[in-house]
């Protein structure tokens, strides 16, 4: 079966076009042009993944993120922002999204992350409301991972993590199988922060590394991306 993704956005010809390419990407595809009906169509279909417009009619795209996990709809959301808003974005992740991207976007980035976050979700079913594993204490290969505590425990040895290294694996964990470029990790990550540099990203990276990397110098889950980044995956590419 395809895929089915929700699109919620109210500008017609943008909903419009995002369907046609998703479709023509192998996606069956549902619309709605307001919050209140977006919302509406996530509690009551089975979908694999929702494209979530921030500014929307009738009840905004956040109000819609919020219902939708107090309904423990688990269902993955990438949320489609204005250029330039943070604020956005940030409260975006507190409420529960997965994803975003800036508008105007690229298409095929669109794509990729659409498949992306729809790999991650394979193993369960999408959109089945219930328990599901909690974001705060994940897991893969040979690692646990205790947001809250700040720590991870990797075969057997107990890590503890700075608060910059456990917001940047947060990060990359909401971000499973997406190559994210430098810079855009050090925005989102460190914003402002005036004594922070793009040098940064790569230090905190390496210090990830020794913790997360059963061999550092040769990682499976937290890799290079030469001429783009950092790429994180759960379950490695090799």
């Not at 046609?20 to 996606?27: N, T």
Request: glycine content about 8%.
């Amino acid at each position: 079966m395809s895929p089915r993704v929700l699109v919620i956005e109210d500008d017609p010809t943008l909903r419009m076009t995002v369907r046609d390419r998703l479709v023509s990407e192998g996606f069956e595809v549902l619309e709605a042009s307001d919050g209140a009906e977006g919302e509406r169509l996530a509690l009551s279909e089975d979908v694999d993944l929702i494209l979530l417009d921030v500014m929307l009619p009738k009840k905004a795209g956040f109000g819609v993120l919020r219902a939708l996990r107090e309904d423990r709809l688990m269902t993955p959301v990438i949320l489609m922002t204005a250029r330039g808003e943070e604020f956005d974005r940030v409260q975006g992740f507190e409420l529960g999204a997965n994803d975003y991207v800036v508008k105007p976007f690229s298409l095929r980035e669109l794509v990729l992350r659409v498949r992306a976050l729809l790999d991650r979700a394979r193993g369960g079913a999408p959109g089945v409301r219930g328990v599901t594993e909690d974001p705060a204490r994940p897991r893969f290969g040979a690692v646990e991972v205790d947001l809250d505590a700040f720590a991870l425990v990797r075969g057997g040895a107990r890590h503890t993590l700075s608060r910059k290294e456990r917001d940047l694996l947060a990060y990359f964990l909401r971000h499973d199988g997406v190559a994210l470029d430098r810079a855009r990790v050090f925005e989102d990550v460190w914003g402002e922060d005036g004594e922070a540099s793009l040098r940064t990203v790569d230090q905190h990276v390496a210090k990830l590394r020794k913790k997360l990397e059963a061999e550092p110098e040769r990682p499976v889950h937290l890799r290079t991306v030469h001429g783009v980044g950092y790429v994180f995956e759960r379950r490695p590419a090799r």
